[in-house]
């Protein structure tokens, strides 16, 4: 087959683009650069706000702002699936974006930030003839431009036979460019593929024809996935999981931090909302102790998620804490606060340290783990190291006194990334570059075939996207691919000792370095 792949990948930016079945754009806004209380409501006076269009700028160096619109909903459009989109703060020029949390009808929907542009309406919402849209925006205090520039605001209906035919065929697609030209796999991926394309009526783009031809299409290519997946192959098993790491005060205050986690959480619920196997994780009970006084009602919503096992709380300890300058004492309550916090809130006994953001770990730290009932560890941040590279990735890590905690370190890589480099993320992304890289990357497929890849966007970035959702979804049906499954120990090697990363430059130094600049500057 000449040319199949560039031929498919042409359609496909065609048929990405028709998943879009129509579009309202929201032009006539009212706008505040203060916070006042109870702006997110539907009966909220603001008259006397400042009337704001569709590219007009606001904001500044650390900026809090109110938008509130209504939206009529098309009466052919009721019922079906509905989106909000947003451009609110786009780079401008700087080195950063605006984040902001989106209320529909007095509810926090989600969050918008520069991953996370669409917003799915539940299907409550999609019901209504009017929407009550407010955002809450916040301008940021990194590489911030002078102004941001509200750039796009859009009700969409989405046809759902569309979506879900891209992102199993750009699934499969992406595969069969990770298959060696000859495996067999690779021929009948592409050919199941080709079959469906020559299904799709490009002679009326976007007619009713066409949208027929593509849900013909999408049934097609996922029945060949079923047959084909009913034959699963002895290869490597990965675990994704859902992760959206935050430092509680990096670049920004602890105020912000509890900002940050409101967006996250309102877009993973929502998330959650469309699709029932979507997974989450995320540690510091601290942070959820904060999100209980400020967004009680985000913060219920979690909780009914927890006693579901859909959203995972881990972490052992009060934040991810520094562990080479910290006290012994201070170690030690940070796992007796920590895990008392979840047992008492949520009724979990955690049994994984998840610290995947700590630059090096002290000896004494297995010892202090196996007696706070501490049983695994994983990290990743030793990717980093500039001159010694850890021979392990899943290991049994021995402390001074001979206490042992079973250790992993997640080796996912960035798109296109080589794994000679031996540089790792745990802000991974579900890509099929990605999850094949992890396992090349991964060091002991002797003794193991099971890895793990935490998938989100970190920092305010508000976690996974739906499009990693999706595909992780599509992933685990499209024969060849990575299954996704629960990971398994084995026989491993023995680490006795302090493990550190090692630099030209130290975390402490340079954050010292950093907080001066910032008190002094």
Not at 30 to 47: L, S
Not at 383 to 393: E, T
Not at 456 to 483: H, I, K, M, N, W
């Amino acid at each position: 087959m000449f040319f199949t792949e560039e031929k498919i990948e042409r359609q496909l930016r065609e048929v990405r683009v028709a998943i879009r079945r129509g579009a309202v754009d929201l032009t006539h806004w009212k706008f505040c650069e203060a916070d006042p209380p109870g702006a997110e409501h539907p009966t909220f006076d603001d008259e006397g706000w400042d009337d704001l269009a569709l590219g007009q700028e606001w904001g500044g160096y650390d900026v809090v702002a109110w938008f509130r619109t209504r939206a009529d909903v098309p009466e052919e459009w009721l019922g079906q699936k509905l989106a909000l989109r947003f451009l609110v703060g786009p780079r401008d020029g700087g080195g950063s974006t605006a984040e902001s949390l989106l209320y529909v009808n007095g509810r926090p929907l989600q969050g918008i930030d520069v991953w996370h542009e669409e917003a799915v309406l539940p299907p409550e919402l999609a019901r209504e003839r009017e929407l009550a849209i407010a955002l809450r925006a916040w301008s940021g205090v990194l590489h911030v431009p002078d102004r941001r520039r509200f750039k796009a605001g859009q009700l969409l209906l989405l046809d759902e036979p569309t979506e879900r035919f891209y992102y199993l065929a750009d699934t499969i697609l992406k595969s069969v460019t990770q298959l060696d030209e000859h495996d067999l796999r690779r021929t009948r991926l592409l050919a199941a593929l080709n079959d469906a394309f020559h299904r799709l009526n490009f002679f009326k783009p976007r007619s009713a024809g066409f949208y027929r031809s593509v849900a013909e299409a999408e049934a097609e290519l996922a029945a060949a996935m079923a047959e084909m997946g009913a034959f699963p192959e002895n290869g490597p098993r990965v675990t994704g999981i859902g992760h959206s790491h935050l430092d509680m005060a990096w670049l920004w205050r602890l105020d912000h931090t509890v900002d940050k986690a409101s967006r996250t959480f309102a877009t993973v619920l929502n998330l959650m909302d469309q699709y029932p196997e979507y997974r989450f994780m995320h540690s510091s009970p601290q942070l959820y102790k904060l999100l209980a006084q400020r967004y009680p009602d985000l913060y219920a919503r979690v909780k009914e998620r927890i006693a579901e096992g859909r959203w995972e709380i881990t972490g052992g300890m009060w934040v991810e804490a520094d562990t080479n300058l910290t006290s012994g004492e201070s170690l030690v309550r940070q796992f007796l606060v920590g895990k008392r916090f979840f047992k008492d809130e949520f009724g979990v006994d955690n049994k994984i340290m998840w610290l995947p953001d700590v630059f090096g770990y002290s000896a004494a730290l297995p010892q202090i783990m196996k007696r706070a009932g501490i049983d695994y560890f994983m990290t990743t941040k030793l990717s980093w190291n500039q001159f010694n590279k850890i021979p392990c990735d899943t290991f049994w890590w021995q402390g001074i006194d001979g206490s042992r905690v079973f250790t992993h370190f997640v080796t996912t890589l960035d798109i296109g990334q080589s794994p000679a480099r031996f540089f790792t993320t745990y802000n991974g992304k579900l890509h099929p570059d990605s999850i094949l890289g992890a396992w090349a990357r991964y060091q002991q497929k002797d003794i193991n075939n099971d890895i793990l890849i935490s998938y989100g966007y970190g920092d305010g970035g508000g976690g996974p996207c739906r499009d990693a959702t999706l595909f992780a979804a599509e992933q685990a049906s499209a024969a060849g691919a990575t299954v996704v499954l629960v990971a398994a120990g084995g026989a491993l090697i023995v680490s006795a000792g302090m493990i550190n990363r090692q630099r030209r430059w130290s975390t402490p130094n340079n954050t010292y370095r950093y907080s001066e600049e910032r008190r002094w500057g």
